[in-house]
DNA sequence: TTGTACGCGTTATCAC
DNA sequence: GTGATAACGCGTACAA
C-alpha cells in the first residue's frame, strides 16, 4: 500500500504537499495540485484514516452503547444517531450491553482505548463511578434515553415519568380502575422505574389505591409480555387494562390475552410505551406513548458532535415531547 | 494523558518492558510486572490501541455495512456479527446503504480509509466494479445475505430461489391459484430477484400461467405493503393470495386488507419472507418463510475473521437453511 | 507557494 | 529477561 511518500516522491513534491493537496487543496498550485493528483492515481494511493487519527489524537469515531440493536427503539435512534455522526464526519461503532452494567463498563473501556472521540451511552446504572470517571476526565459523552435532568451529565431523553402518567390517565379517563402495570426490571432500566412512578402518582391523583400486586415485572420481549399477561389474568384480582412499559411487552401482551380467548379491548385493555415502526401494524393497533426515538439520537448525536468540538456550553438537558397515540388496544371498562 | 513511555520512567524499565508486560506479560519477571503495574496505576495509564493498530496494521475493526439497521431482519443480523466480532477482539463499525449502491461504494471507501481489517457487505448490485476492487486488492470482505453460490466472492445466505418457491408452493397446496408478488424492487435486491424466480418456476411446475399483473414493486416497509395490497384488491382480477418479499411488507398488506374490509386468511391469504421476531406476534399471525438471520450474522463474522487472520483455504460459500413456518395468515381458498 | 524535520504511542528487531 | 531504537503514515511548525 502506498503512502504520502510514495505520491510525493513521484509528483516531485515534498510529502507536506501531499497532506496539504489532501488537507486543504486551495492553498496549493493548481498546477502541482494536478499533478499530485496524478501521482496518487498512478500508486494507486490510499488514505491513511488511522495515521491521522493518530497524529490529530481525533478519531472521528462516536462509540454507541445501547442495550440491544435488537429492540426496534433502539434500531431507530441508532439511525438517528448514525446520520448526523456521518453528516459531520464521524463514523459509528456499536456496543450491546444488554443491560448488565459489567458489560456496558467494559464497552467503555474498550471503545476509550480505541480513542473515540465520544460516547453515547443509554445506561442501565447511574449509579457505578464510571461515569464519573469520564467526568473527571472530560471526556465527550451524553447520555441518551436519559432520566437525568440536570447537573453535570449532558443528557438527551423524555419525561418517563409524564409518560407513565399519560398512559395510566388515559386508562382511567376509560373507567379503569384497576390497572396492571408490566414494567421492565428496575434495577436494569431507570426508564422502567419513572414510568412506574408516574403511573403510581395518576392511580393517586385519581384516588385510586395502589396495589403492588398490580406490578409485573418482565424482559423486554413480546414472549416475556405474554407470560406476563396469563399470570394478571390468572390472579384473583385480575386489572381490566394494563400498561406496559414498552410496546415488544405491550404485543406480548395482546398475544396472551388473545391465547386466554380474552377481546382487546372488550374484556381488557392493553397500552404500550415508545411507538414502534409496527405499533400501528399489529391487530388490534396499539394505543401507546409516543416517543421521538430517531428525533432522540439525531439530537443526542448533535449534541455530542458539539462537546467534542469545543461548541458546547454548559451541559445540555434536552427533554423531547411525547404524546399519546390512541388507537384500538385500549376501550371503555364496561 | 499518559503513555508507555511515562510508565516506563516511573518503574525505571523500558518502553520495551511496559509493552510486553501489556502483550505477553508471562515474558516478564513477576517482580518487573508488578513494578509496571503500579506505576500504570499511580499515572493512570490508558493504553492506546490507534497507536497499536497503527503499527501492527491492524485494526481490529470491521465495517458492517446493511441496507438499514432500521429493517429488524438487519438488527439480527448485526447482533450476530458483533457477538462474534466482539468474542474476537473486533469492534463493528455499521454503515447504512438504504440499498443504494453509490453510497454502498462511498461507505466502503470510508472504511478501508479507516483501515478496517474486513468488510461485510449486505450488498444492492453487484455488477459494478467495487467487489472486483477488494477481490483485486485482495482486501478481506464477505458477501452477507448473498445470492452468490459460487465464484471467489465468499459468501453467506440462504436460497431465496427455494424460499420462493416454498412460499408459493405453500399457498398453492391450499388451493390457490391466482397469487400475487409484492416485491421489494430487483434493481435494489438481488434477494428479491431470486425469490420472484422461485415463485414463477413454482407456478410453472403447478401448470399456472404467470401473470405479470399479478406482480407489484414496493418498498421494504409496512406502509409500502399497505397500499400494495390495496392495489391488488381494486385490480380486475384480484389474488386470492399474495406472496409479500418480506415481512415488513406482509405485516403491511395484513392491514391493508383489513382496512378494505377483508378477513385473514379466508379472504385472502397473506405469507410473508423472514419470520423476524414479532411474526408470531401478530394478528393473524403471520405464516412466513424462516431464515436464521442471526445465525447468519454468525456465520458471516466467523468467516471473515478467518480471512482476516488467514485461516481461510479457498472462498467459502455458506447456504443457510430455510423453513416455512405456517401460521394464521394463509387458508385454503375457498 | 513549497520543503524540512520532528513528533504522535506503540510494536518489533535486535542486542545485551 | 530486558533495553535501545527504528519503524509505522501522517500533520504541522517553521523555514525558505
Redesign the pocket.
Known amino acids: ?8 516522491k513521484l509528483a ?9 493537496v ?2 486543504s487543496p ?4 493548481p ?3 494536478e499533478r499530485v493528483y496524478r501521482a496518487m492515481k498512478t500508486c494507486r ?8 487519527g ?4 481525533r478519531s472521528h469515531t462516536i462509540g454507541l452503547i445501547i442495550p440491544t440493536i435488537t429492540n426496534p427503539v433502539f434500531s431507530e435512534s441508532t439511525r438517528g444517531v448514525q446520520d448526523v455522526a456521518n453528516a459531520n464526519g464521524y463514523q459509528v461503532i456499536l456496543g450491546n450491553s444488554d443491560y448488565q452494567s459489567e458489560k456496558e463498563a467494559a464497552l467503555i473501556e474498550v471503545f476509550r482505548e480505541r480513542q473515540v472521540d465520544g460516547l453515547i451511552i443509554t445506561t442501565t446504572n447511574l449509579k457505578g463511578n464510571i461515569l464519573k470517571n469520564l467526568l473527571d476526565d472530560e471526556f465527550p459523552y451524553l447520555l441518551l434515553y436519559s432520566t437525568v435532568r440536570k447537573g453535570p451529565m449532558p443528557s438527551v431523553g423524555v419525561d418517563n415519568f409524564l409518560g407513565g402518567y399519560l398512559a395510566t390517565g388515559h386508562l382511567i379517563q376509560l373507567k379503569h380502575r384497576r390497572i396492571g402495570m408490566l414494567a421492565g426490571e428496575f434495577r436494569f432500566s431507570d426508564r422502567s422505574f419513572h414510568r412506574w412512578h408516574g403511573y403510581k402518582k395518576c392511580l393517586k391523583d385519581n384516588q385510586i389505591a395502589y396495589d403492588p400486586e398490580l406490578l409485573l415485572h418482565a424482559r423486554y420481549t413480546p414472549v416475556s409480555g405474554c407470560k406476563g399477561l396469563k399470570r394478571f389474568i390468572n390472579a384473583k384480582n385480575p386489572p381490566t387494562a394494563v400498561f406496559c412499559s414498552n410496546d415488544l411487552l405491550a404485543i406480548g401482551a395482546i398475544e396472551g390475552a388473545r391465547q386466554m380467548g380474552l377481546g382487546i379491548p372488550h374484556d381488557i385493555s392493553i397500552i404500550g410505551f415508545d411507538d414502534m415502526q409496527i405499533a400501528s401494524f399489529v391487530s388490534p393497533s396499539l394505543t401507546t406513548i409516543r416517543q421521538p426515538t430517531y428525533e432522540m439520537g439525531r439530537q443526542g448525536a448533535e449534541a455530542l458532535i458539539d462537546i467534542i468540538e469545543g461548541k458546547a456550553g454548559k451541559p445540555v438537558h434536552k427533554l423531547l415531547d411525547i404524546s399519546l397515540i390512541p388507537r384500538e388496544s385500549t376501550g371503555a371498562n364496561t
Open positions: 500500500m502506498s503512502t504520502i511518500l510514495d505520491v510525493a516531485n513534491v515534498s510529502t507536506a504537499t501531499v497532506s496539504r489532501i488537507n486551495d492553498n496549493v498550485r498546477k502541482t495540485r494511493y490510499k488514505y491513511n484514516a488511522l495515521a491521522r493518530f497524529v490529530t489524537k
